[in-house]
């Protein structure tokens, strides 16, 4: 058989596989249809399809919802992005960071056999400055693109953050 044979038999093939994928949908959506009359797939075509029309002419207003006010920290009053981030992340979610993450270390030191040389050995308690810090560092990781990860956690002064 040459070249052109078989691709000739596999592009046929392919065509009514298509075909008989696109008969098996118009039979799905007929028999998921609540229909008094037989439908040809012919006639599922030619259908008009309607736009959705809006169940409410209301027009929107700026007033609906929880509306809260993002309080400035400057002495100017002006509005930071840090403002808007501590508006959501609040002094209240971080303590409760800081608490679990501690908790946690502790649970962990105490049920797992920890090697004489062992980073695990090193840990101190976070706080609540350690852990904005590493969100800021989180954040700054989306923004800003470095070769290697270790780069972020860097306090050289080529790849390293002010953060850090």
């Keep these: 058989m040459s070249f052109e044979e078989s691709e000739t038999e596999e592009s046929t093939s392919s065509l009514s596989d298509v075909s008989s994928l696109d008969d098996d949908f118009v039979r799905m959506d ?6 008094d009359e037989e439908t040809t797939g012919h006639e599922v075509d030619s259908q008009d399809w309607d736009e959705i029309q809006s169940e409410s002419d209301a027009e929107f207003m700026e007033d609906y919802g929880l509306v809260q006010e993002v309080t400035s920290v400057s002495g100017d009053n002006t509005i930071l992005p840090i403002d808007c981030y501590r508006h ?9 960071m800081v608490r679990e993450t501690n908790r946690y270390a502790e649970q962990y030191l105490q049920t797992h056999d920890i090697r004489r040389r062992s980073k695990s050995r090193q840990w101190k308690p976070t706080n609540d400055v350690e852990m904005l ?3 800021g560092i ?27």
């Excluded at 954040?139 to 850090?164: A, F, R, T």
């Design 30 to 35: 007929l028999e998921s249809g609540n229909f």
């Design 88 to 96: 959501f992340i609040t002094d209240e979610i971080i303590d409760l």
């Design 133 to 135: 810090k590493f969100f």
């Design 138 to 164: 989180i954040i700054e990781m989306g923004l800003v693109q470095m070769p290697e990860l270790e780069y972020y956690w860097s306090s050289s002064q080529l790849y390293g953050s002010k953060i850090v």
